[in-house]
């Protein structure tokens, strides 16, 4: 078995749990009420976002969209996946 050099222990481990920020999982959105009842507003809504989306994502694990009524039927739904 070879030799491990370990570097330098350059990281505070204290100080970085006081830093990290805490995510919450799943994060919960609502729909803006602005939406409500546009189909075409609430799809562009998706469009828009989908950098900040994928962000958030990736910081909490899980998004659930809430409210919207572009999801509750399949067409609709395949249409916020394929934004």
Same mark, same amino acid.
């Given at each position: 078995?070879?030799?491990?050099?370990?570097?330098?222990?350059?990281?505070?481990?204290?100080?970085?749990?006081?830093?990290?920020?805490?995510?919450?999982?799943?994060?919960?959105?609502?729909?803006?009420?602005?939406?409500?009842?546009?189909?075409?507003?609430?799809?562009?809504?998706?469009?828009?976002?989908?950098?900040? =989306?994928?962000?958030?994502?990736?910081?909490?694990?899980? =998004?659930?969209?809430?409210?919207?009524?572009?999801?509750?039927? +399949?067409?609709?739904?395949?249409?916020?996946?394929? +934004?």
């Amino acid at each position: 078995c070879p030799l491990t050099e370990y570097g330098t222990k350059d990281v505070n481990v204290p100080k970085e749990r006081v830093e990290l920020e805490k995510a919450t999982c799943p994060l919960e959105v609502e729909m803006p009420a602005e939406l409500l009842g546009d189909l075409d507003a609430q799809r562009d809504y998706f469009v828009k976002n989908l950098p900040k =989306i994928y962000s958030d994502l990736k910081t909490h694990g899980a =998004i659930v969209f809430r409210g919207f009524e572009l999801s509750k039927e +399949a067409d609709g739904f395949t249409s916020v996946g394929s +934004a």
